[in-house]
Structure formats: structure tokens, C-alpha cells
């Protein structure tokens, strides 16, 4: 049993895990990170009261989630997962004194300031503006998209609160045109997300196999896709995670015009990491910069991924149990 009595209790919910975490202090380090499983627990509450019983803390006096969700009013009802739950509940449920709950990639945005250079990669692009607008977009179990807008004598930054995963997807090429066309058949709106996540890789090969006309393997996930493709060189997978990366290259351009983040574009979320130095020369960069009069605007800017060990999104939703307690 720990010594000292919790104060902060934080919480990445994600459509596959729940990241945990608890501070003694709003400064301190973060102790007893855990991930787990989300489909392993009915609800919000079993998995809090599991990892309080597993690190074996007492309860922290206040709390903070960033979630995989819109966040529009009390009732939390999860996309990409089945959980759903009422804030008040879960306050009164555990005796919270506070409990704050915001967009997972509005936590992220949030703690975007605070990371080091160790926990970032390059790929592309010049110097960072200082005090311009920072995009952030990453493709998981969905697609998150943020950005921290710096308004004059603000260092910290604004979070925006969008859901920009779920714009209309453009095509570029013929190729694209063609895979769009499948997935509208199978969806009707082709969203961002629809092609720029994890079930979105599988959906891309599967209709890639599909124009191909022969053979490929059978798959149901993208580390199966991606594995097909670095590790088999297969064709048809290295066609889809190409595209895969020239989509994401075309959302996180139109997100930096749209913001004017010449103070950068980070990359969040699990995929992007997992592609490694193969990324860098993905048609990722390409399809960023490719914006006819606007390229050489686009060319300066940085693009970074975030290693997503670090849990950045834990120091995010403590940042705004911070910002809420200073507008209160």
C-alpha cells in the first residue's frame, strides 16, 4: 500500500485499451501506468476499480479521462467500443471530488507542449513557427484530429475539440478513385476514418485484392496487413498500406492548411509508430506537401511521430483537470 493518498486519478479510454495512471500531485510523475484491455471489463467502473485494487492505492480525490468519443454532454456512449456511462455516476460512484472528461485527442493536443525531443521523430519538413497553430491527427482504432491554437500571451495553448476523423475523403489518383468507390458502396460517406485506421487498412486491401482480380491472403487485421507487407514484401498489402499513408498524407496536409500549423504536425495514435523507417519513404510526405500553389507552405513544416510509450495523453487529461480548475 502506497504511503501517501492519490490525488490524481488519469485515464486514456481507448476503443482497444484503457491507459491508467495516478499522481500524487499535479506536477508529479506519473506512477502505476498499466494498460488495459477494454473488452475484459463490462464497464468504465469495473476497469477503474480493478487497477485501483491492482496497484493498491485508495481512491485519488479527482480524475480525468480522455476518451475515444465526442464528449457533448454527461451520457458517454463509446464508438468504437461498447462501454457507456453517465459522468455523474461515476463521480458519485467513486466519491471523486472532481472528475473531468475530454476527447482523447483533446488530451493529446494538450500535452503536446510538454514533449521532449527523445519522444519525437522527424519526418520532413524545416523548423517549427514558435506561437503558430500545432495540428495533431492519428490513425488507431479511429482516427483522432486535434490541433492547440496560441492565442496572443498564451503559452499553453487552446485544445480544439472537432472530430475531424470524420471529414469526406478524397481521391488523387485513378487507383484512388477506384478503392473510394468500394468503400462507398460498402459505407456510403467515405470518411477519413473509414480508410485512415486500423479497420480501414483490412477494408483497403480488401479492395485492392478486389480490383486486382487474383489471389491475396486472407485478413482481418492491420497488424496482419502490415505484417504481410514488411515482413512478405506481398504486393497487394505494400499497394494498401501505401495508400493508407498517401490518405493520411492528404488529411494531415489539409488539417495543417486549415489550421496554418506552421508550428507543426505531430503523429499520434498506435499504427504510425509501428511502420518504422518504412514510413519515412511512404507516400506519406509526398501526399502532405502535394497542394498545388501551396506546396512550398506546406514543404517547411514539420511533421513529428510521437512514440506513443510515453502516454502522453495521461499528462494531457491532467493539464485539463488543471485548466478547468483555473476557469472554476
Same mark, same amino acid.
Given at each position: 500500500?502506497?504511503?501517501? *493518498?492519490?490525488?490524481?486519478?488519469?485515464?486514456?479510454?481507448?476503443?482497444?485499451?484503457?491507459?491508467?495512471?495516478?499522481?500524487?500531485?499535479?506536477?508529479?510523475?506519473?506512477?502505476?501506468?498499466?494498460?488495459?484491455?477494454?473488452?475484459?471489463?463490462?464497464?468504465?467502473? !469495473?476497469?477503474?476499480?480493478?487497477?485501483?485494487?491492482?496497484?493498491?492505492?485508495? @481512491?485519488?480525490?479527482?480524475?480525468?479521462?480522455?476518451?475515444?468519443?465526442?464528449? @457533448?454532454?454527461?451520457?458517454?456512449?463509446?464508438?468504437?467500443?461498447?462501454?457507456?456511462?453517465?459522468?455523474?455516476?461515476?463521480?458519485?460512484? %467513486?466519491?471523486?471530488?472532481?472528475?473531468?472528461?475530454?476527447?482523447? %485527442?483533446?488530451?493529446?493536443?494538450?500535452?503536446?507542449?510538454?514533449?521532449?525531443?527523445?519522444?519525437?521523430?522527424? /519526418?520532413? #519538413? &524545416?523548423?517549427?513557427?514558435?506561437?503558430?497553430?500545432?495540428?495533431?491527427?492519428?490513425?488507431?482504432?479511429?482516427?483522432?484530429?486535434? #490541433?492547440?491554437?496560441?492565442?496572443?500571451?498564451?503559452?499553453?495553448?487552446?485544445?480544439?475539440?472537432?472530430?475531424?476523423? *470524420?471529414?469526406?475523403?478524397?481521391?488523387?489518383?485513378?487507383?484512388? %478513385?477506384?478503392?473510394?468507390?468500394?468503400?462507398?458502396?460498402?459505407?456510403? *460517406?467515405?470518411? !477519413?476514418?473509414?480508410?485512415?485506421? &486500423?479497420?480501414?487498412?483490412?477494408?483497403?486491401?480488401?479492395?485492392?485484392?478486389?480490383?486486382?482480380?487474383?489471389?491475396?491472403?486472407?485478413?482481418?487485421?492491420?497488424?496482419?496487413?502490415?505484417?504481410?507487407?514488411?515482413?512478405?514484401?506481398?504486393?497487394?498489402?505494400?499497394?494498401?498500406?501505401?495508400?493508407?499513408? #498517401?490518405?493520411?498524407?492528404?488529411?494531415?496536409?489539409?488539417?495543417?492548411?486549415?489550421?496554418?500549423?506552421?508550428?507543426? /504536425?505531430?503523429?499520434?495514435? &498506435?499504427?504510425?509508430?509501428?511502420?518504422?523507417?518504412? %514510413?519515412?519513404?511512404?507516400?506519406?510526405?509526398?501526399?502532405?506537401?502535394?497542394? #498545388?500553389?501551396?506546396?512550398?507552405?506546406?514543404?517547411?513544416?514539420?511533421?513529428?511521430?510521437?512514440?506513443?510509450?510515453?502516454?502522453?495523453?495521461?499528462?494531457?487529461?491532467?493539464?485539463?483537470?488543471?485548466? !478547468?480548475?483555473?476557469?472554476?
Amino acid at each position: 500500500m502506497h504511503s501517501t *493518498h492519490p490525488q490524481r486519478l488519469l485515464a486514456d479510454i481507448g476503443g482497444t485499451n484503457i491507459r491508467l495512471a495516478w499522481q500524487d500531485s499535479p506536477t508529479g510523475p506519473l506512477n502505476d501506468t498499466r494498460v488495459l484491455p477494454c473488452a475484459q471489463f463490462p464497464t468504465v467502473d !469495473a476497469a477503474l476499480s480493478a487497477y485501483l485494487k491492482e496497484v493498491g492505492v485508495p @481512491t485519488p480525490r479527482e480524475a480525468a479521462f480522455g476518451i475515444a468519443n465526442p464528449v @457533448t454532454g454527461d451520457a458517454i456512449r463509446m464508438t468504437n467500443h461498447s462501454w457507456s456511462f453517465s459522468q455523474r455516476a461515476v463521480r458519485e460512484a %467513486f466519491g471523486f471530488e472532481r472528475l473531468v472528461v475530454i476527447n482523447d %485527442f483533446t488530451a493529446l493536443a494538450l500535452a503536446l507542449p510538454l514533449l521532449t525531443p527523445d519522444l519525437l521523430r522527424q /519526418v520532413g #519538413g &524545416g523548423q517549427a513557427v514558435p506561437g503558430s497553430a500545432i495540428a495533431l491527427v492519428g490513425p488507431g482504432t479511429g482516427l483522432g484530429v486535434s #490541433g492547440l491554437v496560441f492565442p496572443p500571451g498564451s503559452s499553453a495553448g487552446v485544445p480544439l475539440s472537432g472530430e475531424g476523423g *470524420h471529414v469526406t475523403l478524397a481521391a488523387q489518383t485513378q487507383r484512388e %478513385f477506384d478503392v473510394l468507390a468500394i468503400l462507398q458502396e460498402r459505407y456510403g *460517406h467515405v470518411s !477519413a476514418e473509414r480508410a485512415v485506421c &486500423g479497420a480501414g487498412l483490412v477494408d483497403l486491401y480488401h479492395a485492392v485484392r478486389r480490383l486486382a482480380q487474383r489471389g491475396g491472403k486472407e485478413v482481418s487485421s492491420a497488424a496482419q496487413v502490415t505484417e504481410l507487407a514488411l515482413q512478405s514484401q506481398d504486393a497487394l498489402a505494400l499497394e494498401a498500406l501505401n495508400l493508407f499513408c #498517401g490518405f493520411l498524407g492528404s488529411v494531415a496536409g489539409n488539417l495543417a492548411l486549415t489550421l496554418g500549423a506552421r508550428g507543426g /504536425v505531430y503523429l499520434g495514435g &498506435g499504427m504510425v509508430p509501428r511502420l518504422g523507417e518504412w %514510413f519515412d519513404q511512404s507516400s506519406f510526405r509526398a501526399r502532405f506537401e502535394a497542394k #498545388g500553389r501551396f506546396k512550398s507552405y506546406l514543404a517547411d513544416i514539420p511533421c513529428w511521430i510521437i512514440d506513443p510509450s510515453a502516454t502522453p495523453a495521461l499528462y494531457g487529461a491532467s493539464r485539463a483537470l488543471d485548466i !478547468a480548475g483555473s476557469e472554476g
